[in-house]
Structure formats: C-alpha cells, structure tokens
C-alpha cells in the first residue's frame, strides 16, 4: 500500500491513481481567503471500471449505490474546512466510509417466532393489573 491509497476495509485498497481530484473555491467562512484559495475538495472515485475491487463486493456496491453514482463514478464533496489539505482527509474519509457501508454484507435473515407461553402469561397480567389501577381511579361504588 503506497501513499496514496485508500483503505476502505480488510482487503480492498483503492489505489491512489485511480482517484480523481478537483479543486474549486468553497463559499462560507474565510474572509478575502475564499474568494482565491481552491479549498473545496471533490473526489471521484470510477467504481463500475475499477480492477482493484472484487465482483462481488461491485456488484452489492453498484446496487446499494445506484442513486449516487453517475455513470458508475462515485463522487464526494468535501467544503467545510477552510484549508485544502484537510478538505482532502474530509473527501479521502468520506469515500471510505461509503465504500465501506455499501460493501457490508447483508445482516443475517431474522425467522419470526412466536411469542412463549411465559411471555404470553406475562402480558395478560400486566394488562390485569393496569385494568385493576384505572379501575380504582373512578368514582366509588355506592
């Protein structure tokens, strides 16, 4: 892993030279700085055409990220810091943490169960004992 690769998660490590930098002026705070400094980060990222990601880790990434790509390519902005470099870690985490939560596998199938006879008991006599407080709370009998 060289400098500037991307550690997304265990073995997919995106390769620097296939990530996309550009750099445009950022608008909030800065004073005079922001109308000429570049801090505004923009990082892409060609998922659908990039060998260093596995078939299937793709494949569950182009789904669970189809309405964020633009023809396969995956882009992140990043504009809240007034320096470039650290828009640059900001764009470099935010990929990651994207990449990371659309490669995770599915959580496992939960089968639905039916409730026991304790848990069954349990609710009747709680539902007793709430009907026997609100019936104490009206008007006594003559």
Do not use: C, Y
């Amino acid at each position: 892993m060289t400098e500037g690769d991307l550690h997304v998660r265990g073995p997919l490590v995106l390769p620097g030279r296939e990530l996309h930098w550009r750099f445009s002026r950022a608008s909030g705070p800065g004073g005079q700085g922001v109308n000429t400094t570049d801090s505004r980060v923009e990082l892409s990222f060609d998922l659908a055409r990039s060998p260093s990601v596995p078939d299937d880790l793709r494949s569950r990434a182009l789904h669970r990220l189809a309405n964020r790509l633009v023809d396969g390519v995956l882009t992140v902005a990043a504009s809240e810091h007034r320096s470039q470099l650290r828009n640059r870690e900001a764009a470099r985490d935010r990929l990651a943490a994207t990449l990371r939560a659309a490669t995770a596998t599915d959580p496992p199938v939960r089968r639905p169960t039916a409730p026991s006879r304790n848990a069954k008991r349990r609710r009747l006599d709680e539902k007793t004992r709430r009907g026997r407080i609100k019936r104490l709370r009206g008007r006594p009998d003559e």
